[in-house]
């Protein structure tokens, strides 16, 4: 089984810029397109960024296009999310997870990390 241990978040101030990781045990991380999820009090927990095996394959919600950068190393077994202009909606618990994009994005993974908080807000 892969553990997988994000780290990053923080409070930052509207406008503000964070970048999260995820580390991941095993080399089964490189075999997989891995996506950052999101769950904000109350809410479901939603995708906001996937990656390919293959690095130039990516994927965004509108609501964070333009916004936000994921990025992997496949050596490292690292996922990385670059979050700029961040938004008091960005607000949530960030996770990492293998993705499936064949059925809505939902994460491939049954197990999940402690997560990492990210708030934005003045």
């Known amino acids: 089984q892969v553990q997988l241990v994000e780290s990053g978040g923080g409070l930052v101030q509207p406008g503000g810029s964070l970048r999260l990781s995820c580390a991941a045990s095993?080399?089964?991380?490189?075999?997989?397109?891995m996506g950052w999820y999101r769950q904000a009090p109350g809410k479901q927990r939603e995708l906001v960024a996937a990656?390919?095996?293959?690095?130039?394959?990516?994927f965004y919600p509108d609501s964070v296009k333009g916004r936000f950068t994921i990025s992997r190393d496949n050596v490292e077994n690292t996922l990385y999310l670059q979050m700029n202009s961040l938004k008091p909606e960005d607000t949530a618990v960030y996770y990492c997870?293998?993705?499936?994009?064949?059925?809505?994005?939902?994460?491939?993974?049954?197990?999940w990390g402690q997560g990492t908080q990210v708030t934005v807000s003045s």
């Open positions: 997870n293998a993705a499936n994009p064949s059925l809505g994005w939902r994460p491939m993974w049954d197990f």
């Open positions: 095993g080399s089964i991380f490189r075999a997989y397109l």
């Open positions: 990656i390919g095996v293959v690095t130039s394959s990516t």
